[in-house]
């Protein structure tokens, strides 16, 4: 088979940078996903290959204009969404993947779904008074949840915000860990800090957190109350036990949104103990009302490892 080769003129060294990536990694990387040998010199990106991975290329570096055209970053999963919206001819979409900005940072930065999945799952979260999402490690479940409530919060949509998971982590007690109970439940509940410390800054939090509006607390925290006209978010559902998770459900009020994320390959219970979220999705699946949400490796939006990692965990537990 014949080799062809084609030439693509970009408008700037900024959209050269962006699109190429650190170390030229993003080039390495639409090398491996079609097969063509690509080349940056200057502005111009030479492609090389049979016909076929020529245009492949072509037709995603196309797709990816909208970010590299206006220099801004390229990662890994951008590539991959455009990749699945070539194979699955939703082009179009990208752009409005690309529109829908969700939220800004304290410092400027742009919060988007990366995914279409990602975007799915924003969707139901905000047209749904209960949604489950299930996936691995780094594919935005929580942050994402967390977003969307702090900006429901600070848009005076809800009265308060409630983030919550089960204290329980890798086997260890609570009891092992020095300091007063606050002090030994905190580094269970980082995560939810963090994400909520990109859009609202310690002092804020500190202060909202003192007047009660904003109450992060583990779950155990939440039995006999009503949640009312508030955002509940429960992290780590898959380390409930369905005692635990039918507790949880059964506290959402009038007015409220609850979201449940989990990972059901990473349950820190004892192994006789069933999962609350696996027995929950069985008991609830056709229950109207309820988005059920999956995220899966290729909405990985950590570093390019950890999807990686995820994927050979998962061939290999198969």
Known sequence: MSEVSKTIELPSPESAIALVGDQEENLKTLSRQTGAHLVLRGQELLISGTEK??????????????YWVEGKRITGVDIQTAIHALDTKRQDELQDLHQDVLAHTRRGEVIRAKTFRQRQYIKAVLTHDLTFCVGPAGTGKTFLAVVI???ALLNNQYERLILTRPAVEAGEKL???????QQKINPYLRPLYDALHELIDTEKTANLMERG????????????RTLNNAFVI??????TTPAQMKMVLTRLGSRSRMV????LT????????????????KILKSVEGIAFCELTNKD??????VQRIVTAYQNYEK
């Open 53 to 66: 991975q020529v245009e492949r290329v072509s037709s995603l570096v196309r797709s990816l204009k909208i």
């Open 266 to 281: 990473q349950t820190d219970l004892s192994s006789n103990q069933p999962s609350g979220l696996a027995v929950t999705l």
């Open 175 to 181: 009891g092992f860990l020095p300091g007063d109970l």
């Open 149 to 151: 409530a702090a900006q």
């Open 213 to 224: 509006i904003i109450e992060v607390a583990p779950l155990a925290y939440m039995r006999g």
């Open 234 to 239: 429960i992290d780590e559902a898959q380390n």
């Open 300 to 305: 990985v939006v950590r570093n390019a490892l």
């Open 260 to 263: 449940v994320t989990g990972d």
